[in-house]
């Protein structure tokens, strides 16, 4: 007689999972990876100064995975995505009593626009992301492989804002609207 209330236990397990994920799903909740690019985005030519950087790569990756097609040159009707600067690098954070560098921060700087024909979808935006980390001089080639480790993951979570951004362009009109008339603002209470 144990096996029907085993069932019934499953059966409320899975029934409460459902409800989850159903509240998660009405509340607006995605997985990450799981947006969509505006339509405008199918064709997209990637403008860029360092054409073979960390950045570029990364972008290039995320919006292939989103369903976009990265062309080579431009081609009418195709998005510009326009990587005006990007720059890496790192600086010290701290050093200790005898001058030497305990702590770097490793930086990745981007400025990009977004062009679909004349119109600028979104204009020159700069981003800047961090990273810190400690640096032992008995360990030197380990802390340089860190560095590149830590310069490719800041390269990839830049690339994961831009896309972010652009998605959010899906939810904005892509044409100005047209300002009101005089007068024509909304109706005053209890008319």
């Given amino acids: 007689m144990r096996f029907p209330t085993v069932v019934k236990s499953q059966h409320a397990a899975a029934l409460a999972l459902l409800g989850a994920l159903g509240a998660l799903g009405g509340c607006g909740f995605h997985l990450q990876g799981a947006g969509t690019l505006p339509p405008v985005l199918a064709k997209t030519y990637v403008v860029s100064t360092a054409p073979h950087s960390d950045f570029v790569s990364s972008v290039t990756d995320a919006l292939r995975v989103r369903g976009a097609t990265i062309v080579g040159k431009d ?55 961090t990273r810190s980390y400690t640096f032992d001089e008995t360990q030197v080639l380990a802390k340089a492989s860190e560095e590149e480790i830590l310069r490719r993951a800041l390269a990839d979570d830049l690339a994961r804002r831009v896309v972010r951004r652009i998605e959010g362009l899906g939810a904005a009109p892509t044409t100005p609207s047209a300002p009101e008339p005089a007068g024509a603002g909304p109706a005053p209470p209890g008319a």
Wanted: no cysteine; charged share 20%.
């Fill in 75 to 129: 081609e009418p009707g195709a998005a510009q995505l326009h990587v005006t600067a990007d720059d890496t690098g790192q600086r010290v954070l701290s050093v200790s009593a005898l001058n030497i560098p305990r702590e770097y921060e490793v930086y990745y700087s981007i400025t990009f626009s977004l062009q679909v024909g004349d119109q600028k979808l979104i204009q020159g935006e700069t981003l800047v992301v």
